[in-house]
């Protein structure tokens, strides 16, 4: 039975290696990427609520005094 040559197998598979990432870096270097992304300035809004203005305070039904 004959054997299986092996020895082309090291040149095989660091040529492909080679290969796909020549393929992979000329897909890479037609892509367009932004050069310095600007900071989208937020709008900030001043809405007028009543409680904003005001300080409200909340009583709690157990710190009301007692009525007899």
């Known amino acids: 039975m004959p054997q ?6 090291t040149i095989t598979i ?3 290696i080679m290969t796909l990432f020549t393929i992979f ?3 890479i270097s037609n892509l367009n990427f932004p ?3 600007l900071p989208k300035m937020a709008d ?3 809405y007028n609520n009543p ?4 300080w409200t305070k909340i009583y709690s ?3 009301l005094p007692l009525q007899s």
């Open 25 to 27: 870096q000329l897909k």
């Open 51 to 54: 409680w904003e203005t005001k």
């Open 4 to 9: 299986l040559d092996t020895s082309t197998w």
């Open 61 to 63: 039904p157990l710190s």
């Open 35 to 37: 050069l310095s992304p």
């Open 44 to 46: 900030k809004h001043q």
């Open 14 to 16: 660091i040529s492909m």
